[in-house]
């Protein structure tokens, strides 16, 4: 059973809360490679949330290349793709931009900043 927190007050879609928990969940090391994800209609249950949310977070967790959707199977955790790999780096150092350049504007030192990342980074390794 998979621990995943949604918060429907969130300003965040609850489709991207739950994106996001399956691929915290991968970098835990809690999905890995080849793990089957629950089926749309039981995910949807367990969480308390339409079937279609379920399916749009599937849909995006595809689109990255994170899973694979197999008509009539299922999901499934899938290894990342050298090409795809350098288009995450890319996306994520476009995304990252904006808030460090938050981060300096409010007065964060680079040690502060590399703090955070370097914490957040031991906490998904479980150190």
Same mark, same amino acid.
């Given at each position: %059973?998979?621990?995943?927190?949604?918060e429907?007050?969130s300003e965040?879609?609850?489709?991207?809360?739950?994106?996001h @928990?399956l691929?915290?969940?991968?970098?835990?090391?809690?999905? +890995?490679d080849?793990?089957?994800?629950?089926?749309?209609?039981?995910?949807?249950?367990?969480?308390?949330?339409n079937?279609?949310?379920?399916? +749009?977070a599937?849909? @995006?967790l595809?689109?990255?290349?994170? #899973?694979? #959707?197999?008509? +009539?199977?299922?999901? #499934?955790?899938?290894?990342i793709?050298n090409?795809?790999?350098?288009?995450?780096? @890319?996306r994520i150092?476009?995304?990252?931009?904006p808030?460090?350049?938050?981060a300096?504007? #409010?007065? %964060?030192?680079?040690? @502060?900043?590399k703090?955070?990342?370097?914490?957040?980074? +031991?906490?998904?390794?479980?150190?």
């Open positions: %059973m998979m621990l995943i927190r949604i429907p007050d965040i879609p609850i489709y991207l809360q739950l994106t @928990e691929i915290e969940l991968m970098a835990r090391g809690k999905l +890995k080849g793990d089957p994800l629950p089926s749309v209609r039981s995910f949807a249950a367990d969480l308390g949330v079937m279609h949310t379920v399916n +749009k599937y849909h @995006e595809e689109r990255k290349q994170f #899973i694979q #959707i197999i008509p +009539k199977s299922g999901a #499934i955790v899938s290894s793709s090409d795809m790999a350098q288009f995450h780096h @890319e150092t476009t995304a990252l931009q808030v460090i350049a938050e300096l504007v #409010i007065g %964060m030192s680079d040690r @502060e900043i703090a955070v990342v370097s914490s957040i980074m +031991k906490d998904l390794r479980g150190e």
